[in-house]
């Protein structure tokens, strides 16, 4: 057991396990939470009462969560001098299902981002992003509710990995000079120089991972999405990993979009037809065919664009839940940023942080949690009683603070 310098364990609560593959959740689960920068604070009251509310309409007296506030990012930095202790990944590590609000970054110079770091160190390997409509939310599309997938993106590769130098330095020099002398490409002088790293192992576990979720929960079909036609080796090997985990793991489960084109014995109602799509391309397919689409496996840098763009089709990134989920360990967030002119002025709309909770009790298993939630969601939306971003966008409606949105999510737990 971690003791710690900064956070409190809650007196009374116990650790979730993981043992040969599987999660094993008590009936009262610590779960540690960082509150977030900007309007963390503000969003993280109004829901962790949604969640709280919801873990009592479900099971009574039964189960409760027994929250441990931890810390990271700039809370952290000016009551402790670091941006994210030790102890707050000891933390995710020892209670394994961790949920956080928005963190802030300096651009530029200073330290990396403290997002991509809690990836990399937890091994955090697949960014998860869910992007459906809720009925009632303005968007700029003819068709929203068409939109509907779940993004896997990989979260420790490709050029998020952090391999680079900064043009000018003597390390960017001496590798152009070695690629220029060694192998024969030109690079122009004072290039900065990044490395964009793919591996066999981890793209295939992300995919993996992709691969089961659509299985067990009954999706159509699971498109790999990269730019495999220019950048072969790195991306191009990611699609083709990709099949071969299809071939493999799910060997029975799976067919190809290939397959299906040529009838006979490959076209099965009944299988997951495995297809993939060039990354410049997929933006266009989402817009004009996006009921063709249901999960998508991607690797990192296109998966954060197309996340993005996809939650900007069904009305922005107010409602877009996140989670990142390695073996065993899994930390869900807000996906938008901290918004620090609306910090404690109790305005921010909480969907992102409420429905990646409604992604993290579905990952312990609390499977009634996360549905009402959802239903007290889409409720309360119906309502048209909702915070400025969706009222701006809906006729009719009045727009309510934070803390109001929130109770009429809880309320419409119930109707």
Not at 95 to 107: A, D, M, Q, Y
Not at 183 to 192: L, N, P, V
Not at 254 to 280: F, M, Q, S
Not at 347 to 353: A, F, H, L, Q, T
Request: overall charge neutral; aromatic content about 8%; proline content about 5%.
């Amino acid at each position: 057991m971690a003791s710690y310098r900064f956070a409190s364990r809650p007196p009374k609560g116990d650790a979730i396990a993981f043992e040969k593959g599987v999660l094993s959740v008590p009936n009262n689960p610590v779960i540690p939470y960082v509150e977030g920068d900007g309007t963390g604070p503000d969003i993280w009251r109004a829901s962790v009462r949604v969640f709280d509310a919801a873990v009592r309409l479900a099971h009574g007296t039964e189960r409760r969560v027994s929250w441990m506030k931890v810390f990271a990012g700039e809370e952290a930095h000016t009551a402790h001098g670091e941006w994210l202790p030790d102890e707050t990944l000891e933390a995710f590590k020892e209670f394994r299902v961790s949920i956080k609000g928005p963190l802030s970054t300096p651009v530029g110079g200073g330290i990396r981002s403290l997002n991509v770091t809690l990836r990399q160190v937890l091994d955090l390997y697949a960014c998860i992003r869910p992007v459906r409509y809720f009925e009632g939310v303005g968007n700029p599309m003819k068709e929203p509710e068409k939109l509907n997938v779940v993004i896997f993106r990989e979260n420790t590769e490709d050029v998020y990995a952090g391999i680079e130098w900064k043009a000018g330095s003597t390390e960017a020099e001496e590798i152009a000079q070695l690629i220029r002398t060694k192998y024969k490409k030109e690079i122009r002088e004072h290039s900065a120089i990044g490395i964009k790293p793919m591996s066999e192992f981890g793209s295939k576990r992300l995919v993996k991972m992709a691969m089961q979720f659509a299985v067990e929960n009954s999706r159509r079909s699971l498109t790999l999405v990269h730019k495999g036609n220019i950048m072969k080796f790195t991306e191009g090997a990611f699609r083709d990993w990709g099949y071969e985990v299809a071939a493999s793991d799910f060997a029975g489960q799976c067919c190809t979009e290939a397959d299906l084109g040529k009838g006979g014995i490959g076209a099965r109602a009944d299988c997951l037809v495995v297809k993939d799509r060039i990354a410049d391309a997929m933006f266009q397919q989402l817009l004009l065919r996006p009921d063709e689409y249901d999960v998508i496996a991607t690797p990192n840098l296109n998966g954060d664009y197309l996340s993005d763009a996809a939650a900007a089709q069904v009305g922005g990134l107010g409602l877009a839940p996140g989670g990142n989920v390695g073996d065993g360990l899994a930390v869900f967030e807000a996906t938008h940023g901290t918004a620090p002119k609306y910090a404690n002025l109790d305005k921010i709309n909480p969907g992102s942080v409420v429905l990646s909770g409604v992604m993290m009790f579905e990952y312990m298993g609390w499977k009634e949690v996360g549905q009402l939630i959802t239903r007290g969601l889409e409720n309360a939306i119906k309502s048209k009683r909702v915070t400025y971003d969706l009222a701006r966008q809906m006729p009719g409606a009045t727009e309510v603070s934070t803390s109001a949105f929130g109770d009429e999510i809880i309320k419409g737990m119930s109707a």
